[in-house]
C-alpha cells in the first residue's frame, strides 16, 4: 500500500527481500523478512519505513520509533543498536559499512555522517564535521567514497553534493554547491579519483561534470550536455551518452554513446548513435548493452567491448 505518510520499501538481495510494509493510516512499519520460500520472518513491529540492506541480504539497516539507528540481521540473530538521534542511514552493497546522519541536536532536521563497520567491534566514526547532512546516497559496491546532500528535493530527487571517504585518507569535499545537483550512475570513478555529477537537470537527463577528488584545488569541469547517464568499469575510464532526446522505442528517449578516458587528452569515442537510453555494464566491466533502432544501422541488441 503506498501512502504519502508511510510509503512502503522493498529491497531484493540474494538472500531474499527485506520489506518495510505500513497498516492503513500508520506512519511507522513493519520490517519483515521474505526468503526463497515466501516465509515472512518479522524483524521489527515498528520503524520509519525507509530501509537499506546490502547484496548479499545479512544487514537491513532502519531507523526505530524513537529515532534510534539499528542494524538488523536477516538471519533473525538479535539486531544492533547503532545510535541515536538518527536522521537516515544506509547499508553500503558489499556489507561493509553502515553509515548513518545523527541529528546536531534530538529533533534537530540536520547533523553530521557517521560510520562503523559491520565486522568486529563496534567503533563509530565520525565523516563530516558541518552538522548539515540531510540525506545518503548508495555508493556502488567497495567504493571508499560516501556522498551525501545538505539539502535535498525529495521530488525531484536533487540536491548539493559533499563527499567524504570511509576510510578518512582525505577530507570531506565540496562536490556542487547547485542545489539542483544529481547521481545518475556512478557518482565516482572505477580508481576512485573523479567524482561524477549531473546539473542543469531536464526529463531525465542533465549536464555531465567532473571534479579531480585528489587535489583540494581542483576545478570542476563540464564533459558533456544532455547527458542520460554515466559508469565508470575501470580507472578512469567514463562510459556516457549524450544529445538525449526523449522518444524512442523504450518511450524514453535516445541517446549518443560515448567513451572517454579521463587520464589521457584524447576525446570521447563514439559508439552508438541514437540508442535507447538505458545501456548496460557487464557484471565483469568489460562490454555493454545497448539497444537501438537507428536507420544508419540494423535495429537490435548490440555487445560492444570498453576495452
Not at 558489499?94 to 565486522?119: C, E, N, Q
Request: charged share 15%; with cysteine; aromatic share 10%.
Amino acid at each position: 500500500r503506498n501512502d504519502p505518510t508511510c510509503s512502503p520499501s522493498i529491497v531484493g538481495t540474494t538472500n531474499g527481500l527485506a520489506v518495510a510494509y505500513c497498516a492503513a493510516g500508520a506512519t511507522l512499519a513493519t520490517l519483515v523478512r521474505v526468503d526463497s520460500t515466501f516465509a515472512v520472518t518479522t524483524l521489527s513491529a515498528s520503524v520509519k519505513p525507509q530501509i537499506s540492506a546490502d547484496d548479499a541480504g545479512k544487514f537491513v539497516f532502519a531507523i526505530d520509533a524513537t529515532s534510534h539507528a539499528v542494524v538488523h540481521r536477516m538471519s533473525g540473530d538479535p539486531p544492533w543498536a547503532v545510535d541515536t538521534d538518527a536522521i537516515a542511514g544506509l547499508i553500503t552493497p558489499d556489507g561493509t559499512y553502515v553509515a548513518w546522519i545523527k541529528a546536531s541536536t534530538t529533533g534537530a532536521p540536520s547533523g553530521d555522517v557517521f560510520m562503523d563497520r559491520l565486522s568486529g567491534a563496534p567503533a563509530s566514526t565520525r565523516l563530516s564535521t558541518d552538522a548539515k547532512a540531510v540525506h545518503l546516497f548508495t555508493p556502488k559496491a567497495h567504493s571508499n567514497h560516501l556522498f551525501y546532500a545538505t539539502n535535498y528535493d525529495t521530488t525531484r530527487f536533487a540536491s548539493d553534493l559533499g563527499a567524504v571517504t570511509f576510510d578518512r585518507s582525505t577530507p570531506g569535499r565540496v562536490v556542487s554547491t547547485d542545489p539542483a545537483s544529481a547521481l545518475y550512475g556512478d557518482a565516482v570513478t572505477a580508481d576512485e579519483k573523479v567524482a561524477m555529477f549531473f546539473t542543469n537537470l531536464g526529463s531525465g537527463d542533465g549536464d555531465l561534470w567532473t571534479l579531480d577528488l585528489t587535489s583540494a584545488g581542483s576545478a570542476r569541469k563540464a564533459l558533456a550536455t544532455a547527458v542520460w547517464w554515466a559508469f565508470s568499469p575501470r580507472d578512469e575510464l567514463v562510459i556516457y551518452n549524450d544529445n538525449w532526446v526523449g522518444g524512442g522505442t523504450s518511450s524514453e528517449g535516445t541517446a549518443d554513446i560515448r567513451i572517454l578516458d579521463l587520464r589521457t587528452s584524447t576525446g570521447p569515442r563514439l559508439v552508438a548513435a541514437h540508442a535507447e537510453n538505458n545501456f548496460w555494464i557487464t557484471p565483469d566491466g568489460t562490454s555493454f548493452v545497448y539497444a537501438t533502432n537507428d536507420v544508419s544501422t540494423i535495429p537490435g541488441i548490440y555487445i560492444a567491448r570498453l576495452f
